[in-house]
Each structure stands twice: as structure tokens, then as C-alpha cells.
């Protein structure tokens, strides 16, 4: 079955860095976009990166362009999220969603990061 394990999440203090993982299994990763999103309690899922199959294209929510990059690793069916400068506006519990943008079928059980000073 399709399965989708982030991890990499954490505390970090603002200006900090961290860097998230999505392994993903079930399915044939390499054709598949794969899309970044957040929530916070209460507020619905945001949208934070997507990027294409060969990495060819990504594309970055304004929040965090600049901040976050998103990459792919095929042979190893692992997508990250570099963050850096962090703000505690991204706290958040972060998911790994297969396909692009906010329509998915499927998305892991995400991974909390947490930014305080």
C-alpha cells in the first residue's frame, strides 16, 4: 500500500534551520510530482512547494520562496525540504502529499516543527 513517512522535524530557534524527509513506498515514486504542505490547529492545509518529477520544476508558496527549497531523490524515493531562516509563522505540522498541489490522494502523518525564540 502506498505509504509516506516524513520525519526531520523538530524545535528550532528563528533564523535556524532544518531539514524534513518524506520516504516514500507503494508506488512508483519516479512518476509522481510531490507537494509540501503545513497546518496549524484550527486553519486548513496551506500549500508550501511542489515539485515535478525530474525536479525540473518547483514551485514555492510566497511565504517561504526564498527560504525553503524543495528537491527529490529518485533512486532513493525520498522528497526533502530544506528550511532555513526560520520564522515561528512556520510552525506548523508539516506533510509529504503525492501529486501536486493540495488535491492528493494520499499524504504521510506529517511531522511537527516547531520555531520559538
Known amino acids: 500500500q502506498v505509504q509516506l513517512v516524513e520525519s526531520g522535524g523538530g524545535l528550532a530557534q528563528p533564523g535556524g534551520s532544518l531539514r524534513l524527509s518524506c520516504v516514500a513506498s507503494?508506488?512508483?515514486?519516479?512518476?509522481?510530482?510531490m507537494t509540501w504542505a503545513r497546518q496549524v490547529p484550527g486553519k486548513s492545509l496551506e500549500w508550501v512547494s511542489t515539485?515535478?518529477?525530474?525536479?525540473?520544476?518547483?514551485s514555492y508558496a510566497d511565504s517561504v520562496k526564498g527560504r525553503f527549497t524543495i528537491s527529490r531523490d529518485n533512486a532513493k524515493d525520498t522528497v526533502y525540504l530544506q528550511m532555513n531562516s526560520l520564522k515561528p509563522a512556520d510552525t506548523a505540522l508539516y506533510y509529504c502529499?503525492?501529486?501536486?498541489?493540495?488535491?492528493?490522494?494520499?499524504r504521510g502523518q506529517g511531522t511537527q516543527v516547531t520555531v520559538f525564540p
Open positions: 502529499l503525492r501529486g501536486r498541489g493540495l488535491s492528493y490522494e494520499y
Open positions: 507503494g508506488f512508483p515514486f519516479k512518476y509522481y510530482a
Open positions: 515539485i515535478s518529477v525530474d525536479d525540473s520544476d518547483t
